[in-house]
């Protein structure tokens, strides 16, 4: 078990740019879930996979964003024309659905709009 | 989120304890979360607590929950420099898909 893991860590792209961020979740867990995180506050929902399916997405991800995760393993979230807004760390957990149904969390990736 | 609160800092001696609180709102929760973020790092599942339950011990950690003022504490034992860090609240009440919803964080800071 080598825990989620995220990748780049850190992105700084400028304004207009489109970016994209890759995350693989602990191995046997179905469901991935994506966070946003600004400074000084608690992470915030943005969408959820469970296998490749997309089944759910919050508001805040607008018309910009998309994620996929093709197999079911790996997904990735993509934000075209950023915006300074965009500027947060972006986190990924994974959950196998089961049990306490915790969610166990990879080290974000730093996203930086100038 | 707007639905979990947290108080935003507090300060402790090495060797005290810590108590940080976090109050929700949802009743429907089934689990509670507390999870420790360092600096620059992501977010480390701490402990957690099922709802029909008033207590939970784990190590240095006590976890106390009033589910009928929707209050749940973290108490640290004594408490380390290492133990400075933010400390989320989290509960995954709503909607079919356990996503979590955030306190904003309570900074604990352990001075020496």
């Known amino acids: 078990d080598t825990g989620v893991s995220q990748d780049p860590r850190h992105k700084i792209t400028k304004r207009g740019q489109n970016v994209t961020f890759r995350c693989d979740p602990i191995?046997?867990?179905?469901?991935l879930y994506w966070y946003r995180q600004t400074l000084g506050q608690g992470p915030e929902f943005l969408t959820y996979?469970?296998?490749?399916?997309?089944?759910?997405k919050s508001r805040l991800l607008s018309d910009r964003f998309s994620a996929e995760r093709p197999k079911g393993s790996f997904s990735t979230l993509e934000i075209q024309r950023t915006e300074q807004g965009d500027s947060a760390m972006y986190l990924c957990?994974?959950?196998?659905?089961?049990?306490?149904?915790?969610?166990?969390f990879g080290p974000g990736t730093r996203l930086t709009v100038t | 989120g707007e639905d979990v609160e947290q108080s935003l800092f507090l300060s402790v001696r090495e060797g005290d304890s810590s108590v940080i609180n976090c109050t929700y709102t949802d009743s429907s929760s089934t689990y509670l979360y507390w999870y420790k973020q360092e600096p620059g790092a992501g977010l480390q599942l701490l402990t957690y607590i099922f709802s029909n339950m008033d207590m939970k011990q784990d190590q240095r950690l006590t976890v106390l929950l009033n589910k009928k003022d929707k209050h749940l504490s973290l108490r640290i034992a004594d408490t380390q420099t290492g133990d400075s860090a933010i400390y989320f609240c989290a509960e995954n009440g709503r909607g079919r898909f356990n996503k979590f919803y955030f306190g904003s964080g309570t900074k604990l800071n352990v001075k020496p």
């Open positions: 996979f469970q296998n490749e399916a997309q089944l759910e």
């Open positions: 957990a994974s959950s196998s659905g089961t049990g306490h149904y915790e969610q166990y």
């Open positions: 191995s046997e867990h179905n469901r």
